[in-house]
């Protein structure tokens, strides 16, 4: 239930002591309604998840910090480019990382064989990270629990639930720990691109 929350925390981390910066605890609610089909999982309404980032960033104003990256573990947070689009709109202050062409070269340099596209959720990109950083978190059923659901056309209308029974689509059996080193290791030299426009 944790393991979105528990990816961009290992993100975040990685990045904040690679360039010497300050790191915010994670915002463990979100807007995942397409995982409801599950029990136990909560989700927030995008209008709750903008007014907290908005609250988040007027706070750090108040202490002289103006600029801000959202680091997201949860691919279902469509609203976070809106909020860093609009907050953008004067010059860069809020970055969102990583970004489709981020983890597109993370998975690149990491020899994963699965596309962001099929490996959605729970599978070789999500484990291969969690082995890495958090292995004591990964079951040891992963091996045996690759499920296919690539062709998802009414993935807003019916959620993961519609789906897949488990809550994976992917292939964890891919995953190692060497992968989610690499695929950090690529994380962070690109995150160095999005911390020089916003003058970091």
């Given at each position: 239930m944790a393991t979105d929350t528990l990816i961009a925390e290992i993100m975040a981390q990685r990045v904040s002591s690679d360039y010497g910066l300050f790191c915010l605890p994670?915002?463990?609610f979100s807007c995942s309604h397409e995982h409801e089909g599950f029990a136990g999982t909560?989700?927030?309404s995008a209008a709750t998840l903008i007014a907290?980032?908005?609250?988040?960033?007027?706070?750090?104003?108040r202490s002289g910090v103006r600029k801000l990256v959202l680091v997201n573990g949860h691919g279902g947070n469509y609203v976070l480019s809106n909020i860093a689009q609009e907050?953008?709109?004067?010059?860069?202050?809020?970055?969102l990382f990583p970004g489709t062409d981020d983890v597109d070269a993370a998975r690149a340099a990491a020899g994963m064989r699965t596309t962001a596209h099929e490996d959605m959720h729970g599978g070789e990109w999500e484990t291969s990270i969690l082995l890495h950083a958090m292995?004591?978190?990964?079951?040891?059923g992963y091996r045996d629990a690759d499920f296919d659901a690539a062709v998802r056309p009414h993935l807003h209308a019916v959620g993961m639930?519609?789906?897949?029974?488990?809550g994976i689509i992917g292939r964890p059996s891919l995953a190692t720990a060497e992968k989610g080193g690499l695929a950090l290791d690529s994380l962070s030299a690109s995150f160095g691109g999005l911390l020089g426009l916003l003058g970091g």
């Open positions: 994670p915002v463990t909560v989700s927030i907290v980032v908005a609250d988040i960033r007027a706070s750090l104003a907050a953008n709109t004067g010059g860069p202050v809020v970055g292995p004591d978190v990964v079951r040891p639930g519609g789906y897949t029974k488990t």
